[in-house]
T-cell receptor, first 115, second 110 residues
Framework: EAGVAQSPRYKIIEKRQSVAFWCNPISGHATLYWYQQILGQGPKLLIQFQNNGVVDDSQLPKDRFSAERLKGVDSTLKIQPAKLEDSAVYLC?????????????FGPGTRLTVT | DQQVKQNSPSLSVQEGRISILNCDYTNSMFDYFLWYKKYPAEGPTFLISISSIKDKNEDGRFTVFLNKSAKHLSLHIVPSQPGDSAVYFCAANAGNQFYFGTGTSLTVIP
């Protein structure tokens, strides 16, 4: 079974530029998550999708971050414009269901450096 | 607002001995607690979970204990193996929200 795929693996941009990350979840997983992990901290949930609908985006900085999951499969996370404090690893995860009863499978992450 | 705390940044244990990783939380409404293991340059991998209605869950060498009155959970690894060396994250779930601790780096010394 293929795991969660993410691209790119690494990205370096200057502040005020825009960037997009892509995630392909495990086939059949209805729930998709995007997390931000800043160095030295644990992952922080940004947004959760159930199929192609947003379940929770309360911790997404909506003035600069956006995400979509068209057709309920792949997802993209965009930052525009980027700030220095956005430097982090962005993790995508998927699961069969939305609660803690379901195991989340994580991708390898995209390491973003904003200079 | 840190709802899940892992107060020990690192832990070293001899191979074959028990590793005990601790986690404290503040929200009594959490439904599930989960442990993830992370190797460098990889995403976290699920290890074991426990429902808030239980106080113990065991899976092979891994056991999680939940003490709701103390708002504390712990992960026991017995016996510890060098391949267990990784960062361990504690996480908690309430509704649609998941909160992770800052992680404990475990080193198992051969």
């Amino acid at each position: 079974e293929a795991g969660v795929a993410q691209s790119p693996r690494y990205k370096i941009i200057e502040k005020r530029q825009s960037v997009a990350f892509w995630c392909n979840p495990i086939s059949g997983h209805a729930t998709l998550y995007w997390y931000q992990q800043i160095l030295g901290q644990g992952p922080k949930l940004l947004i959760q999708f159930q199929n192609n609908g947003v379940v929770d985006d309360s911790q997404l900085p909506k003035d600069r971050f956006s995400a979509e999951r068209l057709k309920g499969v792949d997802s993209t996370l965009k930052i525009q414009p980027a700030k220095l404090e956005d430097s982090a690893v962005y993790l995508c995860a998927s699961s069969f269901g939305a609660s803690g009863a379901y195991e989340q499978y994580f991708g390898p992450g995209t390491r973003l450096t904003v200079t | 607002d840190q709802q899940v705390k892992q107060n020990s940044p690192s832990l070293s244990v001899q191979e074959g001995r028990i590793s005990i990783l601790n986690c404290d939380y503040t929200n009594s409404m959490f439904d599930y607690f989960l442990w993830y293991k992370k190797y460098p340059a990889e995403g976290p991998t699920f290890l074991i979970s426990i429902s808030s209605i239980k106080d113990k869950n065991e899976d092979g060498r891994f056991t999680v204990f939940l003490n709701k009155s103390a708002k504390h959970l712990s992960l026991h690894i017995v016996p510890s193996q060098p391949g267990d060396s990784a960062v361990y994250f504690c996480a908690a779930n309430a509704g649609n929200q998941f909160y992770f601790g800052t992680g404990t780096s475990l080193t198992v010394i051969p």
